[in-house]
């Protein structure tokens, strides 16, 4: 399956304090995605309203798109990326953003809510594979 994830709305999913270190919880974020990854063979493209800090547009297995420039930037990149896909439906879209859900199904792509994609991500993690992709001391 082709992913674009809604990065800010994925971590916001999770009340965890991100907004300390918001670039630590994009670092956390796509860590996890690239597990993910790893373990599905999903290609994922995650979006992140931010400029660039170093992460680069290819890590692994997931590619980071940085979108930059205010209110809607990244649901304006997410969009952008479906419409110019020559096959949008073989696309999700990962948000629980009504406004951004309407807008890809418009586009041709799927869309899968935010929360329940998180809670794969947790459920990966619980299977014993850390943020990296390895097995996890407490699992072995």
């Known amino acids: 399956m ?5 990065g800010m709305n994925v971590i916001g999913s999770r009340p ?10 994009m670092r956390r974020l ?6 993910y990854a790893a373990a599905t063979g ?6 992140l309203d931010s400029r660039s800090f170093g992460l680069g547009e290819r890590l692994g297995a997931v590619t ?21 896909d020559p096959d949008p439906r073989t696309i ?15 586009a041709g792509a799927s869309v899968g809510g935010s929360g329940e994609f998180r809670a794969k ?6 299977e014993g594979f850390s943020q990296r992709g390895r097995k996890s001391p407490r699992t072995g």
């Open 30 to 35: 796509i860590e996890t995605l690239e597990a």
């Open 121 to 126: 991500l947790d459920r990966l993690d619980g």
């Open 64 to 84: 980071v798109r940085f979108a930059p420039g205010g209110r809607n930037a990244g649901d304006d990149e997410i969009v952008r990326i479906v419409e110019r």
């Open 42 to 47: 999903d290609e994922i493209t995650v979006v």
């Open 92 to 106: 999700q879209v990962v948000t629980s953003d009504r406004d951004l859900r309407r807008r890809v199904e418009a």
């Open 16 to 25: 965890d304090r991100w907004w300390r270190d918001k670039r630590g919880a």
């Open 2 to 6: 082709r992913m674009v994830v809604d």
